[in-house]
């Protein structure tokens, strides 16, 4: 009994006052209440892709020493909206040799491959559309109808270049499913669950708590899970299918108009997707610290209000957090060649993930769940997780401060704007 | 080895073949029996104590009624001399024998002189048009040559094309696109390809992502200018050199400035000479890290690139102030140079060269050292010495292969002598001699060195007048000269011609890029569709200077 059916129910009860198990017209009810839950949902990863182009605009923009969009709305936080506008009202162009229908659907079976992974994501402690007692399998399952979009889009277009996109394209995404499924295994093997929200209540609210930081294992696992995330979205230093510099866009090279939105729209909504996945996988979801779910289910009224809400935000937070160090990754790095990221893939991520999975068996066996030994571990595993933050932080810093002083001196005034003053 | 030992020698072992040797010119020239040059270059190119082992320039001259002229610069890199040789052939059918089995390099040229002037050249295995379309009618650097009224209906003059719509679109005819003879597949890189750096097509033939043939299509670019030097004074032709190559305007400048003032014995005052390195040395910095960044934006790293574009700002902010224009400067007057450096516009130099050094060393942590970056570049698309030498690759390609030349040392022009500076050659660093990452990396050392030549040319500026007095009627007398700068693209020369007009009876622009565009082809094969676009980017290569 989900959620969408319950409120169908009480709709058919409260509103048209019959009985939802006999009524023979019930079933118009349930169709109208999947079509707003699937428009609730779509307008859900609108607003999740949109901010997120803006955000990496801007990010890239302040790593490149130049502004980004900042002129439409305060800080240009609703360009995208103008950008979609500007996308919609453009001539949809297909090539006159396009193959097109399949030229035609590809861009919305790309896209509604990214929008099935919305309902099986937890956002908050009872929020999610659907927990699937599969849901993990169903997240890599359903990601797979991307791989097809692209190829389609590709071989469709009938040009060299697009092809050689899909192509490249379909290599990698079926490679790094792989890693990717390996390495996620270590969390349901650990959870012994997969559904999401299992997995996000196995954890909890502070860090020694999650996934991440349990074990050496599970902490190779996070990374290894996430550079095939970062593969499979087709991001820096993973996107030869659209290498600009060799491929010129690849695979929606032939693109234009709404369709072409809609596979930046997919790739934008994927960073999300996949910071979500590594987020209630091994970051622990939406636990709040000091408050366990069955806390918050026993408070009431305004009090279990807050809570859910703020559940959402952790999520959100840290899930942004991660979408962050994805645009920063890909405004650094260069990119891989085609045999180099299979050599990654298969020399590498796979039994780099197999060892992980092995450890994380042996690792259960030999150290019993909340014993001093785990917890040692744990609390080892947090310090070397802080001291790869501080690192982190302080070379931005050291970079940061060596460049302000570095302009300060030639142009008597300094190069970079605090984030609360932009230009 | 003097020019007169050079001769004496190549008397002694081919006098039968040797028609003239014409000592009065600036640069002697031997003028050799059409039907021997092949075993005189040879000579010339094996012979222990000449090894000439590169050949510079390949020029035609058409000089009615009697006679067309193919000249041949070459030039010793073990010995550091030149030799030139001269064929004369006859208008109604020339046909001289191709020497681009003993120097690769020969082979562009050649075509490029059967394109332009008619010449054919025996034994030539592609003797196809290069910079004009493959059906184009007459060849256009002949002195009797009549313009075609139109060329597939596209009107030729100016005002015609103002006047009539043209509807019809001509076919594509410039290089024949054959269909390859195996199955493999064939893909058009380019004209416009952001990798190709300009309006550049390459015909790939490729198994999936390795490449198996690839050929270059130029010409896109091609505007003429040596055609339009001909009708142009010595003076009026410095800003059409600019548009030769963009990037480094400074250095075409100079090479016209320098072929300009050879021809006439002209002395350039030493501020003069002081304000052309100082506006050298900052565009050569400029272009490369046009060139850097751009490597980098090729193998998907675009932040360094933009980085390198802001601190090309302040450089063009100085240029702005020195010559009054941000890209094609137009900066050098035969005798001198436009305008003086004033004493602020030194003072922020050297105020950005002391906020520019670290600035190398961000960029260096930002990108040089990345791993990914490193292992795209490093052991791909090695080029070894011996090919760089039959290849005629100049400047930072040639010396990223462990081949020791640079002209502002070897060949000392201007005041280059003065100044303390090291020529960096690829030591292999992080993969073979003369790979991608060497080419890369020589650069980047490169404008350390520019900063020194910097820093001591701006605290040694003498007082002085900035142009030496030039007669308003530049009439240089007859004579031939040749002069070669160092750009960022290598070897900037100006073959001039002069007959004692007041405008070159013959320009001939050498140009870097020209003789890169080979190295690619023979090097792709093989390759992956990535390497390609490392390669390009590694050489340099930018598409105005190909076609000219």
Redesign the interface.
């Known amino acids: 009994m989900n959620i969408i059916q319950q409120l169908a129910d009480w709709i058919a009860r409260s509103w048209l006052h019959v009985d939802p198990a006999t009524w023979p017209a019930m079933w118009v009810v349930y169709a109208v209440m999947i079509a707003v839950a699937a428009f609730v949902t779509f307008c859900f990863v609108a607003i999740f892709a949109g901010p997120v182009s803006w955000i990496e605009r801007r990010i890239?923009g302040r790593?490149?020493?130049?502004i980004g969009p900042n002129r439409v709305g305060p800080q240009g936080v609703i360009q995208w909206l103008a950008d979609g506008l500007k996308c919609l009202l453009k001539e949809d162009l297909r090539p006159s040799l396009a193959d097109k229908w399949l030229f035609l659907i590809s861009p919305y079976l790309v896209f509604t491959g990214m929008f099935a992974t919305f309902v099986a994501l937890p956002w908050g402690v009872n929020l999610i559309a659907a927990d699937l007692n599969v849901g993990l399998l169903y997240l890599l399952a359903i990601t797979g109808l991307v791989v097809i979009g692209i190829l389609m889009a590709g071989w469709s277009s009938n040009s060299?270049?697009a092809l050689?996109g899909g192509v490249r394209s379909t290599a990698q995404l079926v490679s790094y499913e792989i890693p990717s499924a390996f390495a996620l295994m270590t969390v349901v093997i650990a959870a012994g669950t997969l559904s999401l929200q299992g997995i996000v209540r196995a954890q909890g609210g502070w860090p020694w708590d999650w996934y991440v930081f349990r074990n050496p294992f599970l902490f190779a696992a996070f990374f290894l899970s996430f550079t095939s995330a970062v593969a499979e979205g087709n991001r820096?230093?993973f996107?030869?299918p659209e290498?600009?510099?060799?491929l010129?866009a690849g695979y929606n090279v032939e693109y234009s108009g709404l369709r072409f939105l809609f596979f930046l729209f997919a790739e934008w909504a994927n960073i999300y997707v996949m910071c979500a996945i590594a987020t209630a996988c091994f970051l622990g979801g939406w636990q709040i610290p000091g408050m366990t779910p069955e806390q918050v289910a026993a408070t009431h009224g305004w009090a279990n209000a807050g809570w859910q809400v703020l559940s959402i935000g952790i999520f959100i937070a840290k899930a942004t957090v991660l979408v962050f160090f994805v645009i920063q990754l890909r405004?650094?790095?260069?990119?891989?060649?085609?045999?180099?990221l299979m050599v990654t893939c298969w020399k590498y991520l796979v039994p780099l993930a197999l060892v992980a999975i092995l450890g994380v068996l042996i690792l259960m066996v030999l150290v019993p769940y909340r014993s001093v030994a785990d917890y040692a571990l744990r609390g080892v595993m947090v310090a070397v997780g802080a001291a790869i933050a501080l690192a982190y932080a302080r070379r931005i810093w050291m970079?940061f401060m060596?460049?302000r002083e570095?302009?300060r001196?030639?142009e008597g005034k300094p190069l970079w704007f605090p984030p609360y003053r932009l230009p | 080895m003097g020019p007169g030992e050079i001769h004496e020698r190549l008397r002694a072992a081919h006098g039968d073949a040797i028609l003239e040797v014409q000592e009065a010119l600036l640069d002697p020239v031997v003028v050799v029996k059409p039907e021997r040059l092949h075993a005189v270059a040879r000579f010339l190119r094996d012979d222990p104590a000449l090894r000439c082992d590169t050949l510079r320039l390949v020029t035609g001259i058409d000089r009615p009624p009697e006679a067309i002229e193919v000249v041949y610069h070459l030039l010793s890199l073990t010995h550091r001399h030149e030799v030139r040789l001269r064929v004369r052939l006859t208008r109604e059918d020339p046909l001289v024998v191709s020497l681009q089995d003993l120097w690769p390099t020969a082979n562009w040229h050649e075509r490029e002189i059967y394109d332009l002037l008619g010449v054919r050249f025996s034994g030539h295995p592609n003797l196809k048009r290069l910079l004009m379309p493959v059906d184009w009618v007459g060849h256009p650097l002949r002195k009797d040559y009549v313009k075609p009224p139109e060329y597939h209906g596209i009107p030729t003059d100016r005002k015609a094309v103002m006047e009539r719509r043209v509807t019809a679109v001509a076919p594509a005819m410039h290089e024949a696109k054959d269909v390859p003879a195996d199955c493999f597949?064939l893909?058009n890189m380019g004209p416009h390809?952001?990798?190709t750096h300009g309006v550049l097509n390459f015909l790939l033939e490729t198994d999936g992502?390795i490449l198996r043939r690839v050929r270059a299509d130029v010409g896109y670019l091609h505007r003429g200018m040596e055609k339009i030097a001909e009708g142009m004074t010595y003076a009026s032709t410095m800003p059409y050199t600019d548009r030769v190559d963009y990037l480094g305007a400074m250095f075409t400048n100079h090479g016209w400035a320098l072929a300009a003032e050879k021809l006439a014995g002209i002395e350039v005052p030493r501020r003069a000479e002081f304000c052309r390195v100082i506006a050298s040395e900052l565009n050569r910095i400029a272009s490369h890290q046009i060139a850097t960044g751009s490597l980098?934006?090729?193998?998907?790293?675009?932040?360094p690139f933009?980085?390198w574009i802001?601190e090309r700002e302040?450089i063009n902010n100085l240029t702005d102030r020195i010559c009054g224009a941000r890209l094609t400067y137009n900066y050098m007057r035969i005798g001198g140079v436009a305008r003086d450096i004033d004493a602020e516009t030194i003072e922020m130099t050297r105020?950005?060269l002391?906020?520019f050094e670290?600035?190398i060393d961000?960029f260096n942590?930002?990108?040089s050292g990345?791993e990914?970056?490193v292992?795209?570049l490093a052991n791909v698309t090695v080029i070894s010495p011996e090919d760089a030498i039959g290849y005629a690759l100049v400047g930072p390609n040639l010396r990223a292969s462990g081949v020791n030349w640079d002209i502002r040392r070897d060949e000392p022009y201007s005041i280059y002598p003065e100044f303390q500076f090291d020529v960096i050659t690829g030591q292999g660093w992080r993969g073979g001699v003369g790979d991608a990452f060497d080419r890369f990396w020589c650069r980047m050392l490169e404008m350390y060195e520019s900063v020194k030549i910097l820093r001591q040319a701006l605290d040694r500026l003498p007082e002085g007048p900035i142009r030496a007095a030039v007669p308003r009627a530049f009439k240089p007398a007859a004579n031939e000269v040749y002069a070669r700068v160092e750009g960022p693209r290598g070897e900037a020369g100006f073959y001039v011609v002069a007959d004692g007009s007041d405008k070159p009876y013959r320009a001939r622009y050498r140009t870097g890029s020209f003789t890169a565009l080979p190295m690619i082809e023979r090097t792709a094969p093989g390759l992956?569709?990535?390497?390609l676009?490392a390669l390009i980017g590694s050489l340099d290569v930018i598409a105005p200077e190909v076609d000219r």
């Open positions: 890239a790593m490149q020493a130049r060299k270049w050689f820096t230093p996107d030869l290498a600009e510099s060799e010129v405004w650094t790095l260069p990119r891989l060649r085609v045999d180099q970079t060596a460049d570095l302009y001196r030639m | 597949m893909i390809h952001p990798a992502e980098a934006m090729d193998v998907g790293a675009y932040t933009l980085h802001r302040t105020r950005w002391d906020h670290p600035m961000e942590q930002l990108i990345n990914i970056f292992r795209r992956m569709l990535a390497d676009v």
